[in-house]
């Protein structure tokens, strides 16, 4: 079927998508092999979520094509944001969402409950089963659909935005997880536009704004360059740790202040 080598789990070639007139994809083109840890970078609105699923294979793209492995199993982790938290629904009937559209009725098996508890415990939120999910915080949270992602058995996991609006302890904490879930071989594609709290803490980076800027290490696409080209605005990036730092320049910084400044003129006059 495709020219896929052995570790190549799924490829994107000049892929370009949109809805309507409006251009989200150009000519993207992106691979994810068995065991890589890629974290997709950009603002909002740069195509983030759809190259995602255009790489799980619910969106075709408008041109192009999309290579994967035979048989290939994916999991998907969306945005918390986008999750109705007042539906009353508990842990394990969230992972439980996961069973076959085969098997949705009669209700779960008890080797499938037993699956879901070992799975919520292999997260260390096996205690968690029967708490509604709107109880719990918000690294729970994630742990919670990651598990649902999980119970498929995914070659490959994507994950849109895992620390949107979360604190820095979430942020540690999902940070932490991925890890350990890749260190045991699962491959794993993710959004994020949180430059220093996530992605400069990945292996492997694919700047994206329509098009693909820079793609590789951070300290390889971390550059001022780079980053100007995918967000619009001149950043500087220090090191600290022996890590890439992303600030705003100071040219952006007086922009911004003079902007405010006029902003707060602006008020006075129509007082």
Same mark, same amino acid.
Request: net charge neutral; proline share 5%; hydrophobic share 45%.
């Given at each position: 079927?495709?020219?896929? &080598?052995?570790?190549?789990?799924?490829?994107?070639?000049?892929?370009?998508?949109?809805?309507? +007139?409006?251009? @989200?994809?150009?000519?993207?083109?992106?691979?994810? &092999?068995?065991?890589? #840890? !890629?974290?997709?970078? &950009?603002?909002?609105? *740069?195509?983030?979520?759809?190259? !995602?699923?255009?790489?799980?294979?619910?969106?075709?793209?408008? %041109?192009?094509?999309?290579?994967?492995?035979?048989?290939?199993?994916?999991?998907?982790?969306?945005?918390?944001?986008?999750?109705?938290?007042?539906?009353?629904?508990?842990?394990?009937?969230?992972?439980?969402?996961?069973?076959?559209? *085969?098997?949705?009725?009669?209700?779960?098996?008890?080797?499938?409950?037993?699956? @879901? +508890?070992?799975?919520?415990?292999?997260?260390?939120?096996?205690? !968690?089963?029967?708490?509604?999910?709107?109880?719990?915080?918000?690294?729970?949270?994630?742990?919670?659909?990651?598990a649902r992602a999980l119970?498929?058995?995914?070659?490959?996991?994507? #994950?849109?935005e895992p620390t949107s609006?979360?604190?820095?302890?979430?942020?540690?904490?999902?940070?932490?997880? !991925?890890g350990e879930l890749h260190? +045991?071989?699962?491959?794993?594609?993710? *959004?994020?536009?949180?430059?220093?709290?996530?992605?400069?803490?990945?292996?492997?980076?694919?700047?994206?704004?329509?098009?693909?800027?820079?793609?590789?290490?951070?300290? =390889?696409?971390?550059?001022?360059?780079? #980053?100007?080209? @995918?967000?619009?605005?001149?950043?500087?990036? %220090?090191?600290?740790?022996?890590?890439?730092?992303?600030?705003?320049?100071?040219?952006?910084?007086?922009?911004?202040?003079?902007?405010? &400044?006029?902003?707060?003129? =602006?008020?006075?006059?129509?007082?």
């Amino acid at each position: 079927m495709t020219g896929l &080598g052995d570790k190549v789990l799924v490829r994107a070639v000049d892929v370009s998508h949109s809805f309507g +007139e409006r251009a @989200v994809l150009a000519g993207v083109n992106a691979e994810v &092999g068995a065991g890589d #840890l !890629l974290g997709i970078v &950009g603002p909002s609105g *740069s195509g983030k979520t759809t190259l !995602l699923r255009v790489l799980l294979g619910g969106l075709a793209p408008t %041109l192009g094509i999309v290579e994967r492995r035979p048989g290939l199993r994916v999991g998907y982790v969306p945005q918390v944001e986008t999750v109705n938290w007042h539906f009353p629904v508990t842990v394990n009937e969230v992972v439980l969402m996961a069973r076959r559209k *085969s098997r949705r009725w009669p209700g779960p098996t008890k080797a499938e409950r037993r699956e @879901v +508890e070992a799975m919520l415990e292999h997260l260390g939120i096996g205690d !968690l089963g029967h708490r509604h999910i709107r109880d719990l915080s918000g690294g729970q949270q994630q742990r919670v659909f990651i598990a649902r992602a999980l119970l498929g058995r995914p070659d490959v996991l994507f #994950l849109d935005e895992p620390t949107s609006g979360v604190d820095v302890r979430t942020r540690h904490e999902v940070l932490h997880l !991925l890890g350990e879930l890749h260190d +045991e071989g699962l491959a794993i594609v993710l *959004s994020t536009h949180d430059l220093n709290g996530m992605a400069a803490h990945l292996p492997r980076l694919l700047c994206l704004n329509v098009r693909v800027a820079a793609e590789g290490t951070p300290r =390889e696409v971390l550059t001022s360059a780079v #980053l100007e080209e @995918v967000y619009g605005a001149p950043m500087e990036v %220090l090191e600290h740790a022996g890590m890439p730092l992303v600030v705003d320049s100071p040219d952006a910084m007086r922009a911004a202040a003079a902007g405010r &400044g006029a902003d707060i003129r =602006e008020l006075r006059r129509q007082a």
